[in-house]
């Protein structure tokens, strides 16, 4: 299939659609991004297969796929696990990489696992496309972390990299390397700097995972969620269907190839208002301020909300979903099946 231009795809209203009929390879695939990544390109006619290991403290969920089974393809091998990439990776034209460790903690905790799955997978998964399947079309997640602390806002993509943890390093290397493959190699790599990204199918459950599933999960226990500072700390939040709208345009674009771009959205908000929204949409919960633990204020970023001027000229993709609209679909996705979230 070949790629189009961004004034082709200007004109593309469901971007999913164009993957009719290809073969899609998500890894991750049985994850909060991958898995609602499944269900457009399910929805489009594309031929999709998943990869996750679902090892246990991470965000694979089996029920993520739930209306989807029998149209998608699963297979649960580790990223690390070069011999059964190779074999997925020659038979599919599109890869979107998206298997990860996300907890910021746990890759201070333990970096090396975090370099493993996070930046040697991904090495290796170029280097499979590069000798078996060079015509492929590579998208990564990554991340705003590798930016660390602001220095202006909002943030671009020729603002200084410095990220506080081991995560923010492992993604950025992994990013690098996409970048380097589309140089040196010609492969067809882009990456998306995702920002705070949420929506349905993502895991609850766990202390040491991003901030959003963690209030989510604590409003509907009725319990407090606390924010550490003033609450008033900026984030622009971006529902799932936006981004995967933004990936779906990437993987088809000529004009994304080795490029970098934020995603982002333009309506940044304060944690503490974030929060009280969402305990007023779930309609129980709380929200108390407290003073920073010493352990994570040395890694908290403060105010951040990025420029998504690139990804907006070179895919045509604009986020459409607000913080309101957005929480709200996102409660009545998990209020009849929580507690397979948590
Ligand atoms: N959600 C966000 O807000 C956000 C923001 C920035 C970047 N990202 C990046 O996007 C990617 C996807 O994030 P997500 O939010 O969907 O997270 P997630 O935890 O829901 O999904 C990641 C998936 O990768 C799988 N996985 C982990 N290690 C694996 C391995 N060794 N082999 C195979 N599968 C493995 C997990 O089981 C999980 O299903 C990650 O790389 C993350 O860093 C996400």
Known sequence: MAAIDTNSLSAVENPAELYDGANVLVTGGLGFLGSN????????????????SLLPQYGGNPHNIEGIQGKVAVSYTDVRDSYAMAYLISRHDFIFNFAGQVSHRDSIDDPLTDLEINTSASLNLLELVRKNNPGASVVYAGTRQVYGRPEYLPVDEKHPLHPTDANGISNL???????????????????????????PRQRLAGTTQAFVPIF???????????????????????????AVDAFLRAGRCADAVGKIMNLGHPDPMGLKDFADLLCEVVGTGRVALA????????????????????????????????????????IEFYRPRIAEYM
């Open 37 to 52: 990544l499944g269900f457009a390109l399910a929805a489009a006619g594309a031929s999709v297969t998943l990869v996750d």
């Open 173 to 199: 290397a992994a990013e690098m390397y996409h970048g380097m493959y589309a140089e040196l190699h010609g492969i067809r790599a882009t990456s998306l700097r995702m920002t705070n990204t949420y929506g």
């Open 216 to 242: 989510v999960r604590k409003a509907f226990r009725d319990e407090t969620i606390t924010i550490y500072g003033d609450g008033n700390q900026r984030r622009d939040f971006v529902y799932v269907t936006d």
């Open 291 to 330: 003073p920073w633990p010493p352990d994570y204020e040395k890694i908290d970023i403060g105010d951040y909300y990025g420029s998504f001027e690139l990804a907006s000229k070179t895919l045509a993709w604009r986020p459409t979903v607000g913080v309101k609209d957005g929480l709200t679909r996102t």
